[in-house]
């Protein structure tokens, strides 16, 4: 029974089904067209005749003339070696002429109006037809013609029986063909299922490696497996972020522990309590900014977000480099701000802050000497910022993971930052709608672009599908 559960056994099984469906209303359709064409053809016979014999009779005004060498009338005699019975009544029923086998018809009636009538005889008589024999309005005479109808119904049962034995015989060779074509067509399938199988989260890199045909499977199996990289390279992020954050948070509970370990080693004087507090200080704001920076990116995942508001863009980066100017001056650098008036979108306007101060600061904190520019200007329905610098710029070959979680291109992490701010801004881009790309910029340094479209109708934590695949 577990057998006629599998998708090759119900296709054959539908299949036969089809088909003797088919083949059965095919053969009932050629069954009564055969029957009706040949009682058709046997009518046809009875009628040419029965139109004969009248024509035979000898007719003499209005009377009907006798004659003893009818039935031997050569016409006659080939009727008779035909099978055909013909019989000719007076209009009372009395019998003038007759050959074959008349003694089996019935008494010859017929309506005034009728002008010929068939009729279907009992058993194996046949079929007959009868013709009245007028002159003017007196009815002189009706014909009887009958034929047997076992030629037909010979022809008829040939057929069934052709049928009754061809028809299963088809289904069966279709069932068949149709389980074999299952097979054939489903064994990728299987493949794909037993390679499936094997397949743990344990090790995503395997792969289902099938021959890459251009059908439905072969496309299936390319889907596959390009979930199965996706799938591979989230559990990869997933492992490097796991130890990425461990060790940015285990350094600097390390250096709080080691210091409270230090003080509590011996007794201390005010000072050396004094500059342990302030270490202390330091680490536990490390921890702070890394706290908020992984509660900013989880902020995403929520659907307990503000809704969009109108954001004058001009006004709120104004403000930004307006903050970030005594920094930016303090390493002697510029900061310049090339932004015009009216630049709207609807937005999270903290978001956007966050966006922007990160990738201001961030300019100014890699860059030594020059300065960074800050500019803004409308595209096609969105606005576009720009934030170039002229500092240490960012390697080609870090600019495809410069937004991922924890990744710095410094391998030794000496500098500062905990590796989340690019990715926090690819998380406020995305939520709006928008695009941030990192490249080169002309005059040397790194130059980061933000695209926003000016109208989003959804809220930022729904559209977000950038790192939470890294998680």
Same mark, same amino acid.
């Given at each position: 029974?577990?057998?006629?559960?599998?998708?090759?056994?119900?296709?054959?099984?539908?299949? +036969?089904?089809?088909?003797?469906?088919?083949?059965?209303?095919?053969?009932?359709?050629?069954?009564?067209?055969?029957?009706?064409?040949?009682?058709?053809?046997?009518?046809?016979?009875?009628?040419?005749?029965?139109?004969?014999?009248?024509?035979?009779? $000898?007719?003499?005004?209005?009377?009907?003339?006798?004659?003893?060498?009818?039935?031997?009338?050569?016409?006659?005699?080939?009727?008779?070696?035909?099978?055909?019975?013909? #019989?000719?009544?007076?209009?009372?029923?009395?019998?003038?002429? !007759?050959?074959?086998?008349?003694?089996?018809? /019935?008494?010859?009636?017929?309506?005034?109006?009728?002008?010929?009538?068939?009729?279907?005889?009992?058993?194996?008589?046949?079929?007959?037809?009868?013709?009245?024999?007028?002159?003017?309005?007196?009815?002189?005479?009706?014909?009887?013609?009958?034929?047997?109808? +076992?030629?037909?119904?010979?022809?008829? $049962?040939?057929?069934?029986?052709?049928?009754?034995?061809?028809?299963?015989?088809?289904?069966?060779?279709? !069932?068949?063909?149709?389980?074999?074509?299952?097979?054939? %067509?489903?064994?990728?399938?299987?493949?794909?299922?037993?390679? =499936?199988?094997?397949?743990?989260?344990?090790?995503?890199?395997?792969?289902?490696?099938?021959?890459?045909?251009?059908?439905?499977?072969? #496309?299936?199996?390319?889907?596959?497996?390009?979930?199965? =990289?996706?799938?591979?390279?989230?559990? #990869?992020?997933?492992?490097?972020?796991?130890?990425?954050?461990?060790?940015?948070?285990?350094?600097?509970?390390?250096?709080?522990?080691? &210091?409270?370990?230090?003080?509590?080693?011996?007794?201390?004087?005010?000072?050396?309590?004094?500059?342990?507090?302030?270490?202390?200080?330091?680490?536990?704001?490390?921890?702070?900014?890394?706290?908020?920076? *992984?509660?900013?990116?989880?902020?995403?995942?929520?659907? +307990?977000?503000?809704?969009?508001?109108?954001?004058?863009?001009?006004?709120?980066?104004?403000?930004?480099?307006?903050?970030?100017? /005594? /920094?930016?001056?303090?390493?002697?650098?510029?900061?310049?701000?090339?932004?015009?008036?009216?630049?709207?979108? $609807?937005?999270?306007?903290? +978001? *956007?802050?966050?966006?922007?101060?990160?990738?201001?600061?961030?300019?100014?904190?890699?860059?030594?000497?020059?300065?960074?520019?800050?500019?803004?200007?409308?595209?096609?329905?969105?606005?576009?910022?720009?934030?170039?610098?002229?500092?240490?710029?960012?390697?080609?070959?870090?600019?495809?993971?410069?937004?991922?979680?924890?990744?710095?291109?410094?391998?030794? #992490?000496?500098?500062?930052? %905990?590796?989340?701010?690019? %990715?926090?801004?690819?998380?406020?881009?995305?939520?709006?709608?928008?695009? &941030?790309?990192?490249?080169?910029?002309?005059?040397?340094? !790194?130059?980061?672009?933000?695209?926003?479209?000016?109208?989003?109708?959804?809220?930022?934590?729904?559209?977000?599908?950038? /790192?939470?695949?890294?998680?």
């Amino acid at each position: 029974m577990q057998r006629f559960r599998t998708l090759r056994a119900r296709t054959a099984l539908w299949t +036969a089904s089809l088909l003797f469906g088919v083949l059965s209303l095919f053969g009932v359709f050629i069954y009564a067209s055969l029957a009706d064409g040949l009682t058709g053809a046997l009518d046809d016979s009875l009628q040419l005749v029965a139109s004969q014999v009248v024509a035979g009779l $000898d007719i003499e005004g209005d009377h009907l003339v006798y004659s003893d060498t009818f039935a031997t009338e050569p016409e006659n005699v080939d009727f008779r070696a035909r099978g055909f019975t013909v #019989r000719v009544s007076t209009a009372e029923g009395e019998t003038l002429y !007759a050959f074959g086998q008349a003694e089996a018809l /019935p008494a010859a009636r017929l309506e005034a109006t009728e002008r010929r009538a068939f009729a279907t005889l009992d058993g194996d008589a046949g079929r007959m037809i009868t013709v009245p024999v007028d002159a003017g309005t007196r009815r002189l005479a009706l014909v009887q013609v009958t034929q047997s109808t +076992a030629g037909v119904q010979d022809v008829l $049962d040939r057929l069934l029986v052709i049928l009754a034995i061809s028809v299963p015989g088809l289904v069966i060779v279709a !069932a068949g063909l149709g389980y074999f074509l299952a097979v054939r %067509a489903l064994d990728p399938i299987d493949q794909i299922t037993r390679r =499936a199988q094997r397949i743990s989260a344990a090790d995503l890199s395997a792969r289902l490696d099938l021959p890459p045909t251009d059908d439905e499977v072969g #496309r299936l199996a390319q889907t596959l497996n390009a979930m199965l =990289a996706r799938l591979d390279d989230s559990f #990869r992020r997933e492992r490097q972020f796991t130890s990425d954050a461990s060790h940015e948070l285990r350094t600097p509970l390390t250096a709080m522990q080691t &210091i409270l370990a230090t003080m509590r080693a011996r007794p201390r004087t005010v000072d050396d309590y004094r500059q342990a507090l302030g270490d202390l200080a330091e680490e536990t704001e490390r921890l702070h900014v890394l706290t908020d920076s *992984l509660l900013a990116l989880a902020r995403a995942q929520t659907d +307990a977000l503000p809704a969009f508001e109108a954001v004058d863009l001009s006004v709120l980066l104004r403000d930004i480099v307006d903050a970030l100017l /005594p /920094p930016a001056t303090a390493k002697g650098l510029t900061l310049h701000p090339d932004l015009p008036d009216g630049l709207v979108l $609807d937005g999270d306007r903290d +978001a *956007l802050l966050r966006l922007f101060v990160n990738l201001v600061d961030n300019a100014i904190k890699f860059t030594e000497r020059g300065g960074v520019t800050v500019e803004a200007a409308w595209d096609a329905g969105a606005i576009v910022v720009r934030v170039a610098d002229t500092g240490i710029g960012i390697p080609p070959e870090h600019l495809a993971r410069v937004f991922d979680r924890f990744y710095r291109a410094d391998p030794t #992490r000496a500098l500062p930052g %905990a590796g989340l701010g690019l %990715a926090i801004a690819r998380t406020i881009v995305q939520a709006h709608g928008g695009q &941030i790309e990192a490249g080169p910029a002309p005059g040397g340094g !790194a130059l980061f672009t933000v695209r926003l479209p000016e109208r989003v109708t959804r809220r930022w934590g729904d559209t977000y599908s950038g /790192p939470t695949s890294h998680l």
